[in-house]
Nanobody, 116 residues
Framework: QVHLVESGGGLVQPGGSLRLSCEGSNSMTISLWTTGWYRQAPGKQRELVAA???????SYKDSVKGRFTISRDHAKNTVYLQMNSLKPEDTAVYYC?????????WGQGTQVTVSS
């Protein structure tokens, strides 16, 4: 069963913006889960970019602070990652993650490429 479906990746020029979406399945209320966006660039380890707890607390990787914003829409059962002022070093496959107790789900990944 697919629990998380991502969308919104693509090719953007440096300085541009993208918004990633991660929709939870009907079997999960995503606002009750701790959710995060990870990314993995070629040859590098997967890293946490932004996180949002069920209580609404957010945290960010230092290099994206002030540029990326994680948020959620309870009615749409969706978590977002708004990415502004994108840089070539932001190029990676971005993955949505949701955790609740011992349960964990991953999205399928979406490619973000920042290039002129």
């Amino acid at each position: 069963q697919v629990h998380l479906v991502e969308s919104g990746g693509g090719l953007v020029q440096p300085g541009g913006s993208l918004r990633l979406s991660c929709e939870g399945s009907n079997s999960m209320t995503i606002s009750l889960w701790t959710t995060g966006w990870y990314r993995q660039a070629p040859g590098k380890q997967r890293e946490l970019v932004a996180a949002l707890t069920d209580g609404g607390d957010t945290s960010y990787k230092d290099s994206v602070k002030g540029r990326f914003t994680i948020s959620r829409d309870h009615a749409k059962n969706t978590v977002y990652l708004q990415m502004n002022s994108l840089k070539p070093e932001d190029t990676a496959v971005y993955y949505c993650n949701a955790r609740w107790g011992s349960r964990e789900h991953w999205g399928q990944g979406t490619q973000v490429t920042v290039s002129s």
